[in-house]
């Protein structure tokens, strides 16, 4: 079946640091993939996208690259910043439907 | 503004005692959908409309009812709660394209405790 792994959380890091949440997916045919964030009591944000093997997605200085051969789609950002600190989930659309990982805390200190 | 809007935002009630949650988008979007998020389990669809008078069963419909009457409107109804639907839900809505390039717009939330 269809399903999205996310490293588990929560992740702390300071101000500035190199960030990456790995995630990896399982489908049948060929997906869409996405990364969406969620900020406390808020819903859910598209941060970015990728169609189509080796696609980057970037948005607010996060990537991901769309990684067929390791069945991939990490977040990274070069030097995060506190109002990063929300909820990151990945996910892939396929056949019209939205499935997503369980979500990652991110919380960044000053 | 383009936007989803639910209704109520909290809630708090008791077992078997019937509710319904709105959802209202104004993009035109065609297609709208249903997801409870709980801890360590990210979010999961429970029905999905892909226009109107058009509805179907995501991963967990059970305990739940939609309708689509009308484009903007997608409404998620309780006939009979129960402690294990506590949750937080979102309404999304797109605009539907084969090949799965859309995105989702989601909702602000719904807070719901069952008692």
New interface residues.
């Given amino acids: 079946g269809n399903s999205?792994t996310q490293m588990e959380g929560p992740v702390t890091l300071s101000e500035e640091a190199f960030l990456t949440i790995n995630c990896t997916y399982t489908a049948t045919g060929y997906?869409?993939l996405f990364w969406?964030v969620q900020y406390p009591g808020?819903?859910?944000?598209?941060l970015l996208?990728a169609?189509k093997a080796d696609d980057k997605g970037s948005n607010k200085g996060f990537e991901a690259t769309y990684r067929k051969e390791t069945t991939s789609f990490h977040l990274e950002k070069g030097s995060v910043q506190v109002s990063d600190s929300a909820v990151y989930?990945c996910a892939l659309?396929?056949?019209?439907?939205?499935?997503?990982?369980?979500?990652t805390t991110l919380q960044v200190k000053p | 503004e383009a936007q989803?809007t639910q209704n109520p935002r909290y809630l708090i009630t008791v077992t078997g005692k019937k509710l319904t949650v709105t959802c209202s988008q104004n993009m035109n979007h065609e297609?709208m959908?249903w997801?409870r998020q709980d801890p360590?389990?990210?979010?999961?669809?429970i029905y999905?409309s892909?226009n109107v008078e058009v509805t179907d069963k995501?991963d967990v419909p059970e305990g739940y009812k939609v309708s689509r009457k009308e484009k903007r409107n997608f409404p998620l109804i309780l006939e009979s709660p129960s402690p294990n639907q506590t949750s937080l839900y979102?309404c999304?809505s797109s605009s539907?394209l084969a090949?799965?390039?859309d995105?989702?717009y989601?909702?602000?939330?719904t807070r719901l405790t069952v008692l």
């Fill in positions: 999205v997906p869409s969406y808020e819903g859910l944000q598209l996208k169609t989930f659309k396929i056949t019209g439907k939205l499935i997503f990982g369980q979500g | 989803v297609y959908s997801y360590g389990l990210g979010l999961r669809q999905y892909m995501g979102f999304a539907y090949g799965g390039t995105t989702q989601f909702g602000p939330g």
